[in-house]
């Protein structure tokens, strides 16, 4: 039976503060008073939902991807590029090579369930590991009360038959054209339908049923569910469920929302990582996932799930590398969500050059340097003939990956002169440990905070964007290591 065989996840560093929302807008609508406690996931300035994607799949696979991985499914509903596979640049950035099915899910919340089910289906019965990451960075109106229940995280799991950490007992879809809220073709935001209706026409509806049908398939009461993960944006839904099932109080998992908010399409999946690090061998574990009918699947985790860690310290490590944010108007700023005078300095046409960019598809987006096959130097970018002066070698280099090589500031700048969406903007000279070295952006770095020789990690993220033709360029940047903390 296929199952999941690693996981992993990411949350932003930065939470914003409900309360600073809530003092900003609590003059027009004072209703939001009810939800200023706690913090939301926001991303910085050059995150997205492809960004995130990508770190969660870092978490997930570590340092040694599996070498039969053959498709990566990328789930979404604010995907960065409307027409252009995302998930084919996710792949070419975690430098899996080209030999996959890459496939895009979205258009419902339900899509990264309905995504990870198709994908264990996919790997049922094949040879070869499948890969499947959820993101979501949703946009809201200002002042209303989603703007504080909405939150940014991505996860991340590999799906295969072999060495499983998380068997797949049994699954259950519902199809159903529910509308809970809905987001319109040139809609930037939702639009949200009454709680009272949503809860007792839809979750109290639709859902027993199906759990009802899935614990009958499976021969599994509701006794025996060990953990329930369920998201819901309004209270006491997953405990009304699982008391309709049969299943105990306290299987019912923390919904996140008071440390990170709703990650949307991701978020049954982020709680299912977080679920999956503090679960022994033999627990049972029921997901839901919910939009235009529902979503059901039941896991037994393995004792192989004993000795699994996520390389990065999973939803909860990233759940506890959190910078407090309490400026409002920069979370508007980093979400195009306020028009703002950038400067004469940002009148900078930054269009991509298509015909560069794939020629130079590997170096850019895979960020592969070179390897001196002589005398062993290293070197990004790689280049036909060898920087080290005592070799020269003419086109000796093969293929090195640097986005996982540990690496320290050299030296370093903080320009509060160049434009920058969070100035002032720092780069510097990075030095890798295996040779070679770059002048790089830092990001996720404090003003005051950066030293020399401060450990850093490379980190995929968004370099510039050309807002005249909607294109955003993606390359690697510096953030501390907080696995050297």
Not at 70 to 75: H, N
Not at 127 to 137: H, Y
Not at 269 to 282: E, I, T
């Amino acid at each position: 039976m296929a199952g999941i065989t690693r996981f992993g996840g990411y949350v932003p560093r930065l939470r914003l503060q409900r309360k600073a929302v809530v003092e900003a807008n609590g003059w027009f609508n004072p209703g939001l008073a009810g939800l200023a406690k706690g913090e939301r996931s926001m991303c910085n300035w050059d995150e997205d939902s492809l960004t995130m994607a990508v770190e969660a799949a870092r978490d997930c696979l570590g340092e040694t991807p599996p070498e039969d991985l053959r498709a990566i499914y990328f789930a979404s509903t604010t995907m960065p590029f409307d027409d252009r596979q995302n998930a084919t640049v996710a792949a070419t950035a975690l430098n899996l090579g080209e030999d996959l099915r890459t496939i895009d899910l979205t258009s419902s919340q339900r899509a990264g369930t309905s995504g990870l089910i198709e994908a264990l289906e996919n790997a049922e019965g094949r040879d070869g590991t499948v890969m499947f990451l959820a993101a979501d960075t949703r946009d809201t109106a200002a002042s209303g009360p989603q703007e504080l229940q909405m939150g940014d995280a991505a996860a991340a799991f590999t799906l295969g038959n072999d060495n499983v950490i998380a068997e797949l007992l049994g699954t259950k879809q519902v199809s159903t054209d529910f509308v809970d809220h809905y987001r319109g073709k040139n809609r930037d935001f939702d639009y949200n339908w009454e709680e009272r209706w949503i809860r007792d026409e839809g979750y109290f509806k639709i859902v027993p049923p199906a759990v009802q049908a899935l614990l009958e398939k499976t021969g599994v009461s509701g006794a025996d569910i060990d953990m329930l993960v369920m998201p819901a944006l309004i209270r006491g839904v997953p405990q009304r469920i699982a008391k309709m099932a049969g299943i105990r109080d306290e299987a019912v998992q923390d919904n996140l929302h008071a440390v990170m908010g709703e990650s949307g399409t991701a978020h049954a999946l982020v709680m299912l990582s977080k679920a999956l690090q503090n679960a022994g061998p033999g627990k049972t574990i029921l997901v839901i996932g919910w939009g235009q009918g529902c979503d059901l699947m039941l896991f037994r985790t393995t004792d192989a799930i004993a000795s699994y860690k996520p390389s990065l310290g999973g939803v909860e490590g990233y759940l506890a590398r959190r910078k407090e944010e309490s400026n409002y108007n920069r979370y508007l700023a980093f979400n195009d969500l306020i028009d703002r005078d950038k400067g004469i300095r940002a009148e900078v046409d930054a269009q991509t050059a298509l015909t560069t960019l794939y020629r130079n598809r590997k170096k850019v987006l895979g960020f592969i340097g070179g390897k001196c096959k002589k005398c062993g130097t290293v070197q990004y970018p790689k280049s036909h003939i060898c920087v080290n002066p005592n070799c020269g070698e003419w086109k000796s280099q093969e293929d090195y990956p640097f986005a996982d090589e540990p690496c320290t500031v050299q030296s370093w700048t903080a320009d509060g002169l160049t434009y920058s969406p969070d100035p002032p903007t720092h780069f510097g000279m990075v030095t890798f440990q295996a040779g070679g070295r770059l002048m790089a952006d830092l990001t996720d770095v404090d003003k005051g905070k950066v030293e020399v020789g401060m450990p850093l990690r490379m980190v995929f993220r968004v370099k510039v964007e050309d807002e005249r033709r909607g294109f955003k360029k993606y390359f690697w940047k510096a953030a501390p290591d907080h696995r050297a903390a």
